[in-house]
């Protein structure tokens, strides 16, 4: 997501590196390209042409120091100005009362089903909730069928009545919720291939009845300019809370995340980043801003690791790290961790830095890390904690166990004795790791 524009705006600001000072002169091509950028990935007129005066206000005239270079300096008023529009503050979903009702809505094939289900494995993972799906989409075929596979696969409760009126569905699902004890309710509702005012109002009786403490629009990023209209369309009907904007892991240009907050005043408080299910993250207006800028989303990549791997286990893999003792058990550990974090790629993307080095287009093979998997799996124990002792012919029997080559086996092995020297030496160096 957000790659062509953040290319354009980085190639935007290199037009005025070298320069000791900002004028009107020197940032006119540049404020030109990203005018460009910005309109070129659906980004609404009117939002850009704000974005272009107030960028182009703040820039001129303004003395660098010593400390600052030109570019430097631009590239925080550009990163300003990006995180204003997208929303300043962090907006939080409720979670605090008891039950909380959160009811999504939505146009038809905006994923909003799916992202009932992510949701509700966000709270239960995050929040320590126990949600109840409610499924009220008795319209679209199978719609009920999907709540309840996704419900299965989570393990998470959906209430359902069949075809019943939705009204009634609610009405019901919370009386089981309170037997139950389900201290979180998300209400799928029907969606339509265009606002009308029958879905209209079945939403507004919906939300008149239970008065849900957040009201969600799913919309789907790839929709472009017309999300605006869509998002208006419903907020003027709704007590709109927030929007979950779903397919950022597609092929969308980004540009509606830029312009709703702005023409809408509705806060983005997701956004959906992969077609699993654990693939929801709140969104942080200030770090979506460093990601299109190519400055990564270290923080994301934080946030990710915790939740497969505990503080204690990383300690003891930097302590391990640190006295020499890493093996191939830890690094077969390491590589089954990694392959839940999701495609490596999308992690590799969230590096600082990463477009600029080339590393925003790269395609990791899952085949290579099987690979790799199979010929630690295929050494004993003790030949994973001592790899000095594999001579020839244990390395045939490895290679032949794991159905790779004798040359991939000493690959291996060379790659990993290099990235213990890499360790060794940063030890001996003096950089400090962060336990």
Same mark, same amino acid.
């Given at each position: 997501?957000?790659?062509?524009?953040?290319?354009?705006? %980085?190639?935007?600001?290199?037009?005025?590196?070298?320069?000791?000072?900002?004028?009107?002169?020197?940032?006119?091509?540049?404020?030109?390209?990203?005018?460009?950028?910005?309109?070129?990935?659906?980004?609404?007129?009117?939002?850009?042409?704000?974005?272009?005066? *107030?960028?182009?206000?703040?820039?001129?005239?303004?003395?660098?120091?010593?400390?600052?270079?030109?570019?430097?300096?631009?590239?925080?008023?550009?990163?300003?100005?990006?995180?204003?529009?997208?929303? @300043?503050?962090?907006?939080?979903?409720?979670?605090?009362?008891?039950?909380?009702?959160?009811?999504?809505?939505?146009?038809?094939?905006?994923?909003?089903?799916?992202?009932?289900?992510?949701?509700? *494995?966000?709270?239960?993972?995050?929040? @320590?909730?126990?949600?109840?799906?409610?499924?009220?989409?008795?319209?679209?075929?199978?719609?009920?069928?999907?709540?309840?596979?996704?419900?299965? %696969?989570?393990?998470?409760?959906?209430?359902?009545?069949?075809?019943?009126?939705?009204?009634?569905?609610?009405?019901?699902?919370?009386?089981?919720?309170? *037997? &139950?004890?389900?201290?979180?309710?998300?209400?799928?509702?029907?969606?339509?291939?265009?606002?009308?005012?029958?879905?209209?109002?079945?939403?507004?009786?919906?939300?008149?009845?239970?008065?849900?403490?957040?009201?969600?629009?799913?919309?789907?990023?790839?929709?472009?300019?017309?999300?605006?209209?869509?998002?208006?369309?419903?907020?003027?009907?709704?007590?709109?809370?927030?929007?979950?904007?779903?397919?950022?892991?597609?092929?969308?240009?980004?540009?509606?995340?830029?312009?709703?907050?702005?023409?809408?005043?509705?806060?983005?408080?997701?956004?959906?980043?992969?077609?699993?299910?654990?693939?929801? %993250?709140?969104?942080?207006? &200030?770090?979506?801003?460093?990601?299109?800028?190519?400055?990564?989303?270290?923080?994301?990549?934080?946030?990710?690791?915790?939740?497969?791997?505990?503080?204690?286990?990383?300690?003891?893999?930097?302590?391990?790290?640190?006295?020499?003792?890493?093996?191939? &058990?830890?690094?077969?550990?390491?590589?089954?961790?990694?392959?839940?974090?999701?495609?490596?790629?999308?992690?590799?993307?969230?590096?600082?830095?990463?477009?600029?080095?080339?590393?925003?287009?790269?395609?990791?093979?899952?085949?290579?890390?099987?690979?790799?998997?199979?010929?630690?799996? @295929?050494?004993?124990?003790?030949?994973?904690?001592?790899?000095?002792?594999?001579?020839?012919?244990?390395?045939?029997?490895?290679?032949?166990?794991?159905?790779?080559?004798?040359?991939?086996? *000493?690959?291996?092995?060379?790659?990993?004795?290099?990235?213990?020297?890499?360790?060794?030496?940063?030890?001996?160096?003096?950089?400090?790791?962060?336990?």
């Amino acid at each position: 997501m957000f790659e062509y524009m953040g290319e354009r705006l %980085s190639n935007a600001i290199k037009n005025i590196r070298g320069m000791g000072r900002i004028t009107e002169e020197n940032i006119n091509d540049a404020m030109r390209e990203i005018r460009m950028a910005l309109l070129e990935a659906d980004v609404n007129y009117q939002v850009v042409k704000e974005f272009i005066f *107030n960028v182009k206000e703040k820039a001129l005239g303004m003395d660098v120091g010593k400390n600052l270079k030109p570019d430097e300096l631009f590239i925080k008023i550009v990163k300003d100005e990006l995180i204003s529009l997208l929303g @300043s503050d962090v907006s939080l979903l409720e979670v605090n009362k008891y039950p909380t009702i959160l009811m999504l809505v939505g146009l038809q094939g905006s994923g909003k089903t799916t992202t009932a289900g992510k949701l509700a *494995n966000y709270l239960r993972k995050k929040e @320590s909730k126990h949600p109840l799906l409610v499924a009220c989409d008795v319209y679209r075929p199978a719609a009920i069928d999907q709540l309840k596979e996704i419900g299965k %696969s989570l393990q998470i409760p959906v209430f359902e009545e069949g075809k019943k009126k939705p009204i009634e569905i609610v009405k019901d699902a919370l009386e089981f919720a309170k *037997n &139950e004890k389900n201290d979180y309710i998300i209400i799928d509702t029907a969606g339509r291939l265009h606002i009308d005012e029958e879905l209209m109002q079945e939403l507004k009786d919906i939300e008149e009845f239970v008065h849900p403490h957040e009201v969600l629009l799913v919309i789907d990023a790839m929709m472009g300019q017309d999300a605006i209209h869509v998002i208006e369309g419903f907020n003027n009907a709704l007590n709109l809370t927030g929007c979950i904007l779903t397919k950022l892991d597609g092929n969308t240009k980004g540009g509606v995340a830029l312009s709703v907050r702005h023409l809408t005043h509705v806060p983005i408080k997701f956004v959906g980043d992969s077609e699993k299910l654990d693939g929801l %993250s709140m969104f942080y207006p &200030e770090r979506m801003a460093e990601r299109i800028l190519d400055m990564g989303d270290i923080m994301g990549i934080a946030e990710k690791v915790e939740d497969i791997i505990s503080e204690e286990e990383a300690k003891d893999q930097v302590r391990k790290m640190q006295a020499g003792k890493y093996d191939l &058990e830890d690094f077969l550990t390491n590589l089954k961790q990694i392959k839940k974090l999701g495609p490596l790629e999308n992690i590799i993307k969230m590096l600082p830095q990463a477009r600029k080095m080339g590393l925003n287009n790269i395609e990791v093979d899952p085949k290579q890390m099987a690979h790799v998997e199979a010929i630690i799996q @295929s050494m004993t124990p003790y030949e994973r904690r001592h790899p000095e002792v594999l001579k020839a012919t244990r390395k045939q029997r490895i290679a032949k166990g794991s159905g790779r080559s004798v040359e991939e086996v *000493n690959r291996l092995l060379n790659q990993f004795e290099q990235m213990k020297k890499m360790m060794k030496m940063m030890q001996n160096g003096n950089m400090k790791l962060p336990f």
